[in-house]
């Protein structure tokens, strides 16, 4: 009967030792990896290594609880601190501390800092008015001025622009304050008209004549003549010169075969 017994048995266990040896390896890794993985912490469930459960975090390879101090809230994540301040505090080391918010101000949206209201500028850990002085204005923003148009600020004030005729003023805080208007040039303080002669017209530029000739005609002093084409040439790209057809080459003032 005991021999029967072992006859039966032995079938069975060599069954066992070849799957243990087929997946042998792998299996004795998975377990191997779950046995050194510390306390509090999970097998990743992807790829290989762990990590800490919730309101836990690594340290020196171990999962320490999370210590959330007061006015504060974990965060459900194992980096970092673990925890977060209330609004209306801010982390100073492992505390949160009331934020203390000056007069003439207000938290900004996350409640972790604050902002001045319009009108006022940040100094230091308060609030301070911005004096607007009189022809300005307060910028978009509130925390600054500007001077109005027609004036340019000098120090603390905004004093007028003196405008010469044929100008308007740039309201710019630098330079003259003022501008030519079209078809004028500034002069030693003034705005000169610029004399466009036939077959020119005016350019947007701050230098030179000003102006420009027609395309097919150049420059000749205060005056437009035309370009003279060549045989076998063409109009430059720019409209005041003449150009080789190919293959001819320029040769002095005609177009020749190379």
């Given at each position: 009967m005991i021999e029967a017994r072992r006859l039966?048995?032995?079938?069975?266990?060599?069954?066992?030792?070849?799957?243990?040896?087929?997946?042998?390896?792998?299996?004795?890794?998975?377990?191997?990896?779950?046995?050194q993985i510390p306390k509090n912490?999970?097998?990743?469930?992807?790829?290989?290594?762990?990590?800490?459960?919730?309101?836990?975090?690594?340290?020196n390879g171990a999962c320490i609880a999370v210590k959330v101090p007061a006015h504060a809230y974990p965060t459900q994540t194992s980096y970092g601190r673990g925890w977060a301040c209330d609004w209306g505090y801010r982390a100073n080391s492992e505390t949160c501390v009331l934020l203390r918010v000056p007069p003439n101000a207000y938290l900004r949206s996350h409640g972790d800092g604050w902002d001045c209201v319009r009108g006022h500028r940040r100094v230091g850990d308060g609030c301070v008015a911005v004096v607007v002085p009189a022809n300005a204005y307060l910028r978009a923003y509130g925390d600054s001025w500007a001077c109005n148009r027609g004036y340019r600020k000098s120090d603390e004030a905004c004093i007028a622009i003196k405008v010469p005729a044929n100008a308007y003023p740039t309201n710019a805080s630098h330079g003259s304050g003022w501008r030519c208007d079209r078809g004028y040039r500034e002069d030693n303080g003034a705005c000169l008209a610029i004399n466009v002669p036939k077959l020119a017209y005016l350019v947007e530029s701050s230098y030179g004549t000003g102006w420009k000739c027609e395309r097919g005609y150049r420059a000749n002093g205060k005056n437009c003549i035309p370009v003279k084409v060549p045989q076998n040439a063409h109009l430059s790209y720019a409209g005041d010169d003449w150009v080789c057809n190919r293959p001819y080459r320029k040769k002095l003032k005609t177009c020749a075969l190379p």
């Amino acid at each position: 009967m005991i021999e029967a017994r072992r006859l039966l048995i032995a079938p069975i266990f060599s069954v066992f030792s070849f799957l243990l040896l087929v997946a042998g390896p792998g299996a004795a890794l998975a377990q191997t990896e779950t046995a050194q993985i510390p306390k509090n912490s999970l097998p990743k469930p992807y790829g290989s290594g762990w990590e800490c459960k919730t309101r836990f975090r690594k340290n020196n390879g171990a999962c320490i609880a999370v210590k959330v101090p007061a006015h504060a809230y974990p965060t459900q994540t194992s980096y970092g601190r673990g925890w977060a301040c209330d609004w209306g505090y801010r982390a100073n080391s492992e505390t949160c501390v009331l934020l203390r918010v000056p007069p003439n101000a207000y938290l900004r949206s996350h409640g972790d800092g604050w902002d001045c209201v319009r009108g006022h500028r940040r100094v230091g850990d308060g609030c301070v008015a911005v004096v607007v002085p009189a022809n300005a204005y307060l910028r978009a923003y509130g925390d600054s001025w500007a001077c109005n148009r027609g004036y340019r600020k000098s120090d603390e004030a905004c004093i007028a622009i003196k405008v010469p005729a044929n100008a308007y003023p740039t309201n710019a805080s630098h330079g003259s304050g003022w501008r030519c208007d079209r078809g004028y040039r500034e002069d030693n303080g003034a705005c000169l008209a610029i004399n466009v002669p036939k077959l020119a017209y005016l350019v947007e530029s701050s230098y030179g004549t000003g102006w420009k000739c027609e395309r097919g005609y150049r420059a000749n002093g205060k005056n437009c003549i035309p370009v003279k084409v060549p045989q076998n040439a063409h109009l430059s790209y720019a409209g005041d010169d003449w150009v080789c057809n190919r293959p001819y080459r320029k040769k002095l003032k005609t177009c020749a075969l190379p």
